[in-house]
């Protein structure tokens, strides 16, 4: 191993925990919606405020947060990331002990902020540790150690805090005084205790990253304006790609389990012994006793597995092609599966559609790294218009729910195709624009 190569190892894996870390945590407070509903006795609205929260933070934050890198170094970027997590997995306990459902939104969001300020600085930092040419296979890799996170934080959240039965508003209403805030203190009590172990763990690594001897990459330089960062044409095409990404990934999770039960798929699940195999071997019950959401929500994190398990098979591909080639042929991938989904029904249907998981996966690093590249010292504002991109995620989701209401789930899918339409014409224009 060469000097140069054992200089950015060891920081490389030191930040790569970050990408755990924000992946595990934002799927785990994902876990707390069903409770919160009850316990808060939440509309279906006001359920749907948790989401936007998040992805808000995204597009109020990610802009300063970039400005703020500028000025204190990627490095201390990250220890303000971490800080505010840690402050707002704190505010989570006054939120559950009181039940003031502002309260916790103002965590929620600042806990997005902190997680926004880590995207915005550690994107770009994993990307210049190293050769350029290597920037799309290193950031790919940090990523599937962020889609190790999202897929091991729904059994944590099945463990610790939706092992209870929670009680729904019938259930509540006919306890007695006593009955019901004793209910409401045991629930408080199973947010409270997770989240002030999040916060302490959170702060100890920020406290970490404060005093950890990690390499300078930025220059002393003058900030560039975003203005004089909008004039190159590649990181507006790169916004744009990661706004449509981020909007049709999130789009298809979100939706997986409606469009399951639209194809009445359960009874179809239930009488296939290749899914029941499937069922035994994840352990995820029998299929024949589960409700039929669950049933087919159990086949739900093959979607988010398979985007973990293309990360890892993308750190290679992206080593040994060019990104932008690869970008591409995942993004035809992409379409074909779900152009076989839509023309398709039955478990044909289901498996097309969830494969494309597995296209997802490089797409995110891979029009990243491919934007950052030649932008020096610009980075950090760059990589705040990017990250502020992913409001694409509070934006598509919903265009998307108001075409199935009005010409159902096979045709709505045609947004879905336009948004990885474009990005494959971002990673072939992206050739011609110097990457």
Request: overall charge neutral.
């Amino acid at each position: 191993m060469s000097v140069s190569k054992q200089k950015f190892t060891l920081p490389f894996i030191i930040v790569s925990t970050l990408f755990f870390l924000w992946g595990f945590i934002t799927v785990l407070v994902d876990s707390l919606i069903p409770r919160l509903k009850d316990v808060f006795e939440l509309s279906y609205f006001q359920a749907g405020l948790v989401q936007f929260a998040f992805f808000l933070a995204y597009l109020v934050l990610s802009i300063p947060a970039g400005a703020l890198l500028s000025r204190i170094g990627y490095q201390r970027g990250i220890f303000v990331g971490l800080a505010t997590m840690a402050i707002g997995c704190l505010l989570f306990y006054p939120a559950a002990g009181e039940r003031l459902f502002s309260v916790f939104l103002l965590a929620y969001f600042m806990l997005a902020g902190g997680i926004t300020i880590l995207q915005v600085a550690a994107n770009p930092y994993v990307a210049v540790l190293g050769d350029e040419g290597g920037a799309s296979s290193r950031l790919n890799l940090a990523q599937a150690f962020n889609s190790l996170g999202t897929t091991l934080a729904p059994i944590v959240g099945a463990a610790y805090l939706l092992s209870d039965t929670i009680k729904n508003t019938q259930e509540i209403e006919v306890l007695t005084e006593v009955e019901r805030q004793s209910y409401y203190v045991s629930e408080a009590a199973a947010v409270q205790q997770p989240f002030l172990w999040l916060a302490g763990a959170i702060g100890l690594l920020a406290v970490f990253f404060l005093f950890v001897n990690l390499p300078k990459i930025l220059k002393e330089v003058p900030e560039r304006g975003y203005l004089t960062v909008l004039k190159n044409p590649k990181t507006v095409w790169g916004a744009i790609g990661i706004f449509l990404y981020v909007g049709a990934e999130v789009a298809i999770g979100s939706y997986l389990v409606n469009y399951f039960l639209d194809m009445n798929l359960v009874g179809t699940i239930r009488n296939s012994d290749f899914m029941n195999t499937i069922a035994s071997v994840f352990s995820v019950g029998d299929l024949q006793q589960i409700d039929g959401k669950a049933v087919v929500g159990s086949f739900v994190f093959l979607y988010w597995g398979g985007a973990m398990v293309g990360r890892f098979i993308g750190s290679l591909l992206t080593r040994l092609l060019l990104p932008s080639k690869v970008l591409a042929i995942f993004a035809v991938f992409a379409v074909m599966m779900i152009a076989v989904s839509m023309n398709t029904i039955g478990l044909v249907s289901m498996f097309a559609i969830l494969s494309v998981g597995l296209f997802n996966s490089i797409m995110f690093p891979t029009i990243f790294t491919l934007t950052l590249e030649g932008q020096g010292d610009a980075k950090p504002q760059v990589s705040g218009l990017l990250c502020t991109a992913i409001f694409g995620g509070a934006v598509v989701p919903p265009l998307f729910g108001a075409l199935v209401d009005g010409v159902g789930f096979k045709i709505a899918f045609i947004l879905i195709v336009l948004c990885y339409g474009y990005i494959f014409v971002f990673s072939r224009r992206v050739i011609r624009m110097g990457a």
